[in-house]
T-cell receptor, first 113, second 107 residues
C-alpha cells in the first residue's frame, strides 16, 4: 500500500491552462504539505494543512490554491499556468509537525510549454 | 543569510571511505532536526532524526551541536548505494530544508 500517493505522476500542459494535482495519505496523519522542487533541486514549502485547516501559506502566487476536503486529502489547483511553474511538486504528510519527519509522495513532474 | 545552509558538494569519494556533511542553521529556537536522502528523480526519504545526544544507525551517525548551531551526518564505509543527495531539515515550528549535499561514491 502506498502511504502518500499523488496523481498524476507527469503533467505536460500549455501556458495559460488550469490544472490540478491530487494527494492522498493513508497513514492517519493530521498534517499535509505541498512542496515545490525547482530545476536547481531546491525544495520549498508552499502550503501546510493540519486537519483540514490551512496553517502555513508561504509566499506563493494566488494562482495556486490548495484544498483539503478531509485530513487524508490535499489537492493543489493551479490557474493560468506559467513557464516558471515547471517543477516537481511533492505532497507530504506528518503525524506531529516537526517531530517525526515527513513521508513524501513520489512527486508530480509538471512541465509547462 | 539562509535559514539552513549546506555545502552543496559534490563530494566524490571511493567505496569504503568515511565522509561527513555539516549543516548550519540560523534559528536558535529550532527544536527538531533531520537528515533526508533523495535519489535522482525520486522523493526525499527520511534517513534519521538527529537527537541532542547524537544517534547512530548502522554506518550512519548524526550529531547536533546547539551551541554552534549545526548538525552533522557521518557515513562510514561508504557504499555505491549511498550515492544520493542528502538534505538536512531544521524545524522551528516550520520545517526548512537545506539545499542538499550531493554524494557520489565511486568504485
Amino acid at each position: 500500500d502506498t502511504a502518500v500517493s499523488q496523481t498524476p505522476k507527469y503533467l505536460v500542459t500549455q501556458m495559460g491552462n488550469d490544472k490540478s494535482i491530487k494527494c492522498e495519505q493513508n497513514l492517519g496523519h493530521d498534517t499535509m504539505y505541498w512542496y515545490k522542487q525547482d530545476s536547481k533541486k531546491f525544495l520549498k514549502i508552499m502550503f501546510s494543512y493540519n486537519n483540514k485547516e490551512l496553517i502555513i501559506n508561504e509566499t506563493v502566487p494566488n494562482r495556486f490554491s490548495p484544498k483539503s476536503p478531509d485530513k487524508a486529502h490535499l489537492n493543489l489547483h493551479i490557474n493560468s499556468l506559467e513557464l516558471g511553474d515547471s517543477a516537481v511538486y511533492f505532497c507530504a504528510s506528518s503525524q506531529v509537525p516537526g517531530t517525526y519527519g515527513y513521508t513524501f509522495g513520489s512527486g508530480t513532474r509538471l512541465t509547462v510549454v | 543569510r539562509k535559514e539552513v545552509e549546506q555545502d552543496p558538494g559534490p563530494f566524490n569519494v571511493p567505496e569504503g571511505a568515511t565522509v561527513a556533511f555539516n549543516c548550519t542553521y540560523s534559528n536558535s529556537a529550532s527544536q527538531s532536526f533531520f537528515w533526508y536522502r533523495q535519489d535522482c528523480r525520486k522523493e526525499p526519504k527520511l534517513l534519521m532524526s538527529v537527537y541532542s545526544s547524537g544517534n547512530e544507525d548502522g554506518r550512519f551517525t548524526a550529531q547536533l551541536n546547539r551551541a554552534s548551531q549545526y548538525i552533522s551526518l557521518l557515513i562510514r564505509d561508504s557504499k555505491l548505494s549511498d550515492s544520493a543527495t542528502y538534505l538536512c531539515v531544521v524545524d522551528a515550528g516550520k520545517s526548512t530544508f537545506g539545499d542538499g549535499t550531493t554524494l557520489t561514491v565511486k568504485p
